[in-house]
């Protein structure tokens, strides 16, 4: 069985399933390993616009699978690179397409710090989510000390990481972690979302707008002004204002340039 799943999803969005329901798709290193192909695979693809991510099954994963922990294959042992946007799962904020967290289910550990490197999250009203680490005689893993305070604010992120307490996808809303959706054709919901924004937004917009994201966590307004200033003179050079601008005159579905 493949340990992840890839759909396509009308025009331009793939879906990207975990795909271990025997084992609640719990983590390991096949897992981890497939998702990365997964995605670089995605962020190459011309046809592939925007990314979604979910589990098969009721779970979205559960944190590291047992038996990986049982034979000490739970930590994995990597080099670490200076760069911001180049560790172990922070390579996913510099994917160039929008990538979507589809929470379906519990999400705890290792497999809640991924959701946390998605540019959008969504989560299921009943799911069930955990940083876990407190609990298990762990630390703040991956990154998730940096990520939920920038994400949600310190306050919230030190609720989470110190009680490790579980909470539902109702509450990761008013966090302002997630949006939150009915259990209840909530993928399909999920992938109406990510098809619209497939459909009417220009892929070279998107990249270039998560770049401005991604930079301005460690640039001064002055510095984000400047390169929002730039990128804008080469967006009104480009096709794709032209054709942004005729498709909205003319009230259709724009045919915006792939990404190359």
Not at 31 to 54: H, I, M, S, W, Y
Not at 159 to 166: I, K, Y
Not at 181 to 194: E, H, I, M, N, S
Request: hydrophobic content about 45%; some cysteine.
């Amino acid at each position: 069985m493949e340990d992840v799943l890839l759909q396509q999803f009308e025009d331009g969005v793939l879906t990207i399933t975990f795909n271990r329901p025997e084992a609640r798709n719990a983590w390991n290193y096949a897992l981890e390993d497939a998702l990365r192909a997964a995605f670089l695979a995605a962020d190459v693809d011309p046809q592939v616009k925007v990314v979604v991510l979910t589990g098969a099954g009721r779970s979205f994963c559960p944190g590291p699978d047992p038996k990986a922990i049982a034979v000490g294959q739970s930590h994995r042992q990597v080099a670490v690179p200076e760069d911001d946007f180049a560790q172990r799962y922070s390579y996913m904020l510099a994917l160039r397409k929008p990538l979507i967290a589809a929470i379906n289910g519990a999400a705890a550990g290792v497999g809640l710090c991924i959701t946390l490197y998605c540019d959008l999250r969504f989560i299921a009203e009943n799911a069930n989510i955990t940083t876990a680490f407190s609990r298990r005689g762990l630390v703040a893993e991956h990154g998730s000390a940096w990520m939920l305070p920038r994400l949600i604010g310190w306050m919230n992120a030190a609720d989470l990481l110190l009680s490790a307490r579980v909470i539902n996808g109702r509450e990761a809303e008013a966090l302002g972690l997630a949006r939150c959706l009915p259990g209840t054709d909530f993928l399909a919901a999920v992938q109406r979302y990510a098809a619209d924004m497939a459909a009417y937004c220009s892929p070279r917009s998107l990249h270039v707008i998560k770049q401005q994201l991604r930079q301005a966590w460690s640039q001064s307004l002055a510095q984000a002004t400047a390169l929002s200033t730039r990128e804008t003179a080469v967006s009104l050079a480009s096709p794709d204002l032209a054709e942004g601008v005729a498709a909205f005159i003319e009230k259709r579905q724009p045919q915006f340039q792939p990404l190359k």
